[in-house]
């Protein structure tokens, strides 16, 4: 289980470290999360993540904990905008499908090999 007892007795989410809330974004921004939680635990000790995940191409973690907390959180936001989240590499938003991620050159290409292929018939 990856609940964790918070002050107050009540069992809810976790920290944004634990292997579920990274099961939620792909593996290279996992050091990014690894990083995040290092400075939550200094900022806010009792925080509580809800949900870490990727929305329109940049990483996601919904917490609950104080000023501090939110602020990191919109800074690892912004952060994940220029980390490939395939392979942790420098990368860049792209909106290159419907789909808008962030990747660096060579996983943008390997998605773009295997996603268009050619038309036939
Ligand atoms: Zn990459």
Redesign the pocket.
Known sequence: MNARQIPGGVWEGGHVNDEVRKAGVGR?WHPLLDELHGRLMEACPDYVAHQVKEKFGTLRAYIRGNAAAYALEREYEAKSASI??????L?RLRSSTSWRHT??D???EGYLARRCRPETG
């Not at 490939?84 to 590499?89: D, K, L, Q, V, Y």
């Open positions: 290279g490939c989240e395939s392979c942790g590499a990368g990747y660096c060579p996983c943008e």
